[in-house]
Protein backbone atom coordinates (compact mmCIF):
# COMPACT_ATOMS: atom_id res chain seq x y z
CA UNK A 1 0.00 0.00 0.00
CA UNK A 2 1.21 3.82 -0.78
CA UNK A 3 0.00 6.62 1.08
CA UNK A 4 -0.42 9.67 -1.17
CA UNK A 5 -1.60 12.43 1.44
CA UNK A 6 -2.74 12.68 5.04
CA UNK A 7 -4.21 15.03 7.29
CA UNK A 8 -4.72 16.15 10.66
CA UNK A 9 -8.45 15.99 11.45
CA UNK A 10 -8.71 17.02 15.74
CA UNK A 11 -7.46 17.08 18.80
CA UNK A 12 -9.94 15.77 21.30
CA UNK A 13 -9.29 15.59 25.66
CA UNK A 14 -11.73 12.28 26.05
CA UNK A 15 -13.26 9.66 23.82
CA UNK A 16 -16.39 11.68 23.96
CA UNK A 17 -15.11 14.24 21.60
CA UNK A 18 -13.82 12.08 19.36
CA UNK A 19 -16.40 12.47 15.89
CA UNK A 20 -17.10 9.06 14.18
CA UNK A 21 -15.35 9.03 11.10
CA UNK A 22 -16.60 6.21 9.51
CA UNK A 23 -13.22 4.89 8.83
CA UNK A 24 -11.44 2.15 10.15
CA UNK A 25 -9.18 2.57 12.56
CA UNK A 26 -6.13 2.24 14.15
CA UNK A 27 -4.60 3.43 17.68
CA UNK A 28 -1.09 3.94 18.72
CA UNK A 29 0.04 3.14 22.25
CA UNK A 30 3.39 3.10 24.14
CA UNK A 31 5.17 4.88 26.40
CA UNK A 32 6.01 8.71 26.07
CA UNK A 33 8.63 9.08 24.08
CA UNK A 34 8.66 5.69 22.41
CA UNK A 35 7.96 7.68 18.90
CA UNK A 36 4.48 7.41 18.19
CA UNK A 37 3.90 11.07 16.78
CA UNK A 38 7.53 10.25 14.82
CA UNK A 39 6.13 6.79 13.51
CA UNK A 40 2.48 8.49 12.22
CA UNK A 41 5.15 11.36 10.63
CA UNK A 42 7.62 8.53 8.93
CA UNK A 43 4.61 6.19 7.66
CA UNK A 44 2.80 9.04 6.10
CA UNK A 45 5.92 10.67 4.69
CA UNK A 46 5.24 14.15 6.40
CA UNK A 47 7.34 15.86 8.99
CA UNK A 48 5.85 17.39 11.42
CA UNK A 49 2.14 16.44 10.74
CA UNK A 50 1.94 14.73 14.14
CA UNK A 51 4.24 16.72 17.21
CA UNK A 52 7.31 15.43 18.32
CA UNK A 53 9.48 16.22 21.36
CA UNK A 54 11.73 15.53 23.16
CA UNK A 55 9.97 16.19 26.70
CA UNK A 56 8.29 12.70 27.59
CA UNK A 57 4.51 13.43 28.61
CA UNK A 58 3.62 16.17 26.18
CA UNK A 59 0.74 14.06 24.49
CA UNK A 60 -2.61 14.10 26.69
CA UNK A 61 -4.50 15.09 24.02
CA UNK A 62 -6.10 12.40 21.82
CA UNK A 63 -5.28 13.06 17.92
CA UNK A 64 -6.46 11.86 15.26
CA UNK A 65 -5.06 11.54 11.75
CA UNK A 66 -6.88 10.74 8.07
CA UNK A 67 -4.56 8.17 6.46
CA UNK A 68 -5.86 8.86 1.95
CA UNK A 69 -9.24 8.68 3.25
CA UNK A 70 -8.48 4.95 4.04
CA UNK A 71 -8.19 4.79 7.75
CA UNK A 72 -7.09 6.77 10.64
CA UNK A 73 -4.39 6.81 12.63
CA UNK A 74 -5.03 7.92 16.82
CA UNK A 75 -2.06 8.84 18.18
CA UNK A 76 -2.89 8.60 22.30
CA UNK A 77 -1.53 9.71 25.46
CA UNK A 78 2.26 7.60 26.06
CA UNK A 79 1.71 5.33 29.75
CA UNK A 80 4.24 5.55 32.16
CA UNK A 81 5.38 9.08 32.30
CA UNK A 82 6.91 9.40 35.50
CA UNK A 83 6.89 13.22 36.21
CA UNK A 84 3.34 13.13 37.06
CA UNK A 85 1.83 12.12 40.35
CA UNK A 86 0.59 8.34 40.80
CA UNK A 87 -3.15 9.82 40.58
CA UNK A 88 -2.90 11.84 37.63
CA UNK A 89 -0.78 8.37 35.98
CA UNK A 90 -3.90 6.63 36.78
CA UNK A 91 -6.49 9.14 35.56
CA UNK A 92 -4.38 9.13 32.17
CA UNK A 93 -4.25 5.16 32.25
CA UNK A 94 -8.47 5.25 32.49
CA UNK A 95 -9.04 7.30 30.05
CA UNK A 96 -6.31 5.62 27.59
CA UNK A 97 -8.36 2.17 28.64
CA UNK A 98 -11.81 3.97 28.15
CA UNK A 99 -10.70 4.73 24.59
CA UNK A 100 -9.47 1.52 23.62
CA UNK A 101 -12.49 -0.74 24.80
CA UNK A 102 -15.01 2.07 23.44
CA UNK A 103 -14.10 2.86 20.26
CA UNK A 104 -15.86 1.25 17.81
CA UNK A 105 -13.98 2.02 14.62
CA UNK A 106 -10.20 0.53 16.37
CA UNK A 107 -9.37 -2.25 13.80
CA UNK A 108 -6.50 -2.74 15.88
CA UNK A 109 -3.76 -1.33 18.35
CA UNK A 110 -0.16 -0.97 17.76
CA UNK A 111 1.63 -1.00 20.40
CA UNK A 112 5.26 0.37 20.57
CA UNK A 113 8.45 -0.65 22.29
CA UNK A 114 11.54 0.64 22.58
CA UNK A 115 13.77 -1.89 20.87
CA UNK A 116 16.89 -0.49 22.55
CA UNK A 117 15.64 -1.43 26.29
CA UNK A 118 13.96 -4.76 27.17
CA UNK A 119 10.30 -4.86 27.35
CA UNK A 120 9.38 -2.22 30.47
CA UNK A 121 7.06 -3.41 33.48
CA UNK A 122 4.52 -0.95 32.23
CA UNK A 123 4.65 -2.58 28.78
CA UNK A 124 4.04 -5.69 30.11
CA UNK A 125 1.30 -4.67 31.84
CA UNK A 126 -0.12 -3.17 29.03
CA UNK A 127 0.19 -6.34 26.79
CA UNK A 128 -1.54 -8.21 29.32
CA UNK A 129 -4.76 -5.83 29.80
CA UNK A 130 -5.01 -5.83 25.59
CA UNK A 131 -4.70 -9.85 26.17
CA UNK A 132 -7.30 -10.05 29.34
CA UNK A 133 -9.65 -7.78 27.27
CA UNK A 134 -9.24 -9.35 23.55
CA UNK A 135 -7.89 -6.81 21.43
CA UNK A 136 -6.60 -7.11 18.38
CA UNK A 137 -3.14 -5.37 18.36
CA UNK A 138 0.81 -6.10 17.33
CA UNK A 139 3.80 -4.28 18.14
CA UNK A 140 6.55 -2.23 16.40
CA UNK A 141 9.95 -2.10 17.91
CA UNK A 142 10.95 1.10 17.96
CA UNK A 143 14.30 3.23 17.35
CA UNK A 144 16.15 0.43 15.76
CA UNK A 145 18.64 2.90 14.21
CA UNK A 146 19.76 2.69 17.86
CA UNK A 147 21.06 -0.72 18.05
CA UNK A 148 23.64 -3.02 15.51
CA UNK A 149 21.86 -4.19 12.25
CA UNK A 150 22.73 -7.96 13.42
CA UNK A 151 20.95 -7.53 17.11
CA UNK A 152 17.30 -6.41 15.41
CA UNK A 153 15.69 -9.72 14.76
CA UNK A 154 16.90 -11.01 17.88
CA UNK A 155 15.20 -7.93 19.63
CA UNK A 156 12.04 -8.71 17.38
CA UNK A 157 11.73 -12.33 18.23
CA UNK A 158 12.29 -11.77 21.66
CA UNK A 159 9.51 -9.20 22.07
CA UNK A 160 7.59 -11.64 19.86
CA UNK A 161 8.17 -14.38 22.72
CA UNK A 162 7.70 -12.08 25.13
CA UNK A 163 4.07 -10.87 24.06
CA UNK A 164 3.06 -13.27 21.98
CA UNK A 165 2.20 -10.83 19.17
CA UNK A 166 3.66 -10.14 15.94
CA UNK A 167 6.57 -7.73 15.96
CA UNK A 168 7.92 -5.39 13.40
CA UNK A 169 10.82 -3.63 13.57
CA UNK A 170 11.15 0.32 12.61
CA UNK A 171 13.13 3.33 12.49
CA UNK A 172 11.60 7.55 11.94
CA UNK A 173 14.50 7.69 9.09
CA UNK A 174 14.43 4.68 7.30
CA UNK A 175 11.44 4.18 4.78
CA UNK A 176 12.63 0.57 4.75
CA UNK A 177 10.66 -0.68 7.41
CA UNK A 178 7.46 1.37 6.72
CA UNK A 179 6.49 -1.43 3.91
CA UNK A 180 5.61 -4.45 5.95
CA UNK A 181 3.90 -2.52 8.37
CA UNK A 182 1.79 -0.72 5.62
CA UNK A 183 0.91 -4.51 4.45
CA UNK A 184 -0.14 -5.45 7.43
CA UNK A 185 -2.48 -2.39 7.85
CA UNK A 186 -3.87 -3.31 4.58
CA UNK A 187 -4.26 -6.65 5.21
CA UNK A 188 -5.96 -5.77 8.36
CA UNK A 189 -8.62 -3.00 6.28
CA UNK A 190 -9.44 -5.71 3.50
N1 LIG B 1 17.06 7.66 16.80
C1 LIG B 1 15.72 7.65 16.73
N2 LIG B 1 15.01 8.54 17.46
C2 LIG B 1 13.67 8.51 17.38
C3 LIG B 1 12.99 7.57 16.56
N3 LIG B 1 11.65 7.76 16.70
C4 LIG B 1 11.51 8.79 17.57
N4 LIG B 1 12.71 9.26 17.98
C5 LIG B 1 12.97 10.39 18.90
O1 LIG B 1 12.38 10.09 20.15
C6 LIG B 1 11.79 11.27 20.72
C7 LIG B 1 10.32 11.03 20.99
O2 LIG B 1 9.63 10.82 19.77
P1 LIG B 1 8.06 11.08 19.66
O3 LIG B 1 7.66 10.62 18.30
O4 LIG B 1 7.71 12.48 20.05
O5 LIG B 1 7.52 10.05 20.79
P2 LIG B 1 6.04 9.92 21.42
O6 LIG B 1 6.10 10.63 22.73
O7 LIG B 1 5.85 8.45 21.62
O8 LIG B 1 5.08 10.51 20.44
C8 LIG B 1 12.04 12.39 19.72
O9 LIG B 1 13.18 13.09 20.12
C9 LIG B 1 12.27 11.64 18.42
O10 LIG B 1 13.07 12.37 17.51
C10 LIG B 1 13.78 6.64 15.78
O11 LIG B 1 13.30 5.78 15.04
N5 LIG B 1 15.14 6.73 15.93
MG1 LIG C 1 3.70 12.02 20.66
Known amino acids: MKITKAKFII ?18 IGRSN ?29 NLFNVDDKFIFADLPGYGYAKVSGKTQNQWQKSLETYLLKRKEIVSL ?28 FVVATKVDQISKNQILGVCKNFEKQLDLPVFPFCKSNGFYNEK ?3 KIEELIS
Open 110 to 137: IQLIDSRHPVQNNDMQMAEWIKFNNLPC
Open 181 to 183: ILD
Open 34 to 62: VGKSSFINSLVNIKGLAKTSNTPGKTKLI
Open 11 to 28: SCPTIKECPDLNLPEFAL
